[in-house]
């Protein structure tokens, strides 16, 4: 790819990001560069100097190199959720901002000469349509990554381990999370920290965003299609086996404390352990009514009144970023730029380490 082609994609990209036009980010610029020759820039036609690249990158709250990092990044379908929701804008601002971060991930990983080798052991399981059938693909999954029955101590990491991208983004509320895979082949599950702002509401989302990229449905409204997403979210992080060791078979009654100690255990909110029993057939359709009654009349459906603990991150690509720095693979402004990070913010934050 030609250094103008690179420069007129990346340049895109970052107006897209901003959530600018092309006149908006004339504007931006105070008219210090015209719209006909930001146009030219993004067209390929001509890069700007040096001087210039600095000027926009300040107003694109970006690195300058940015413009010029050539790792290719391709989302296949995106299906995002409520997506009636957003406008477009809104969603090339997230399409974009997921390809910046795994942009820079991506890289990484080639530096290191790392693969992206996914195994998906739901590929060929049957088309879904039943709630038995997402508690059987849960079983097979937790099975194939050696989880057993017990509690999930960090979704994301795991994910991460599998070679799942999980991305993190401060966007539109509107927008819950996506799931696609990049270049073909790498899996990429994306959340909103302003929706899932608690650990056990981030792990219920990355699996929900799971469910939708790894299984195949059959002929079900989009309904029907969230809540068997759901379910399987539910049985990932607690399978029938373990919430039957934890409420028993049969419940007519099951107190808020119980609730509690298994949301602080196993890391899942106490609303989705109630759908749990309920999918599980531990307790009926009338007492979850009741349930969610109760929780409403507690104003416990947002805020409920005991909190998950656990951590939901990865540290996989700073301990990538740091392995490629002290291997000297990349310079310090490298990782400053892979990390984007100025330079002199870098250096702050890190060079006591190196």
Known sequence: MEMKEIFSERFKSARLMRGFSLQDLADALDNQITRQAIHRYEKGEVIPDNEKIILISKVLNVNPDFFFRSTKVELGEVEFRKLSKMPQKEASVIKEITKEKLSRYLELEEILGLSNGFVNYLNDFEIITTYEQVNRAANLLRDKWNLGNGAIFNVVEILEDKNIKVVKLDVDEDFDGLQTFVNGNIPVVAYNIRKANKPDRIRFTLLHELAHLLLKFGNISERQKETL?????????????????????HRNKISSLELANIKKQYGISMQAIIM???????????????????????????????????????????????????????????????????????????????
């Open 229 to 249: 997403c759901h379910q399987f979210a539910g049985a990932v992080l607690l399978p029938e086996e373990t919430i039957k060791l934890e409420l028993g078979e």
């Open 276 to 354: 749990r029993a309920k999918d599980c057939g531990i307790i009926n359709e009338n007492y979850t009514k009741q349930l969610f009654f109760f929780f409403k009349q507690m104003n416990w459906r947002v805020d409920e009144p005991y909190d998950y603990e656990g951590v939901e991150q990865s540290n996989r690509f700073e301990q990538l970023l740091f392995r490629a720095l002290i291997e000297d693979q990349i310079s310090m402004s490298k990782a400053a730029s892979l990390n984007n990070q100025t330079l002199a913010e870098f250096r702050k934050e890190h060079q006591m380490a190196f």
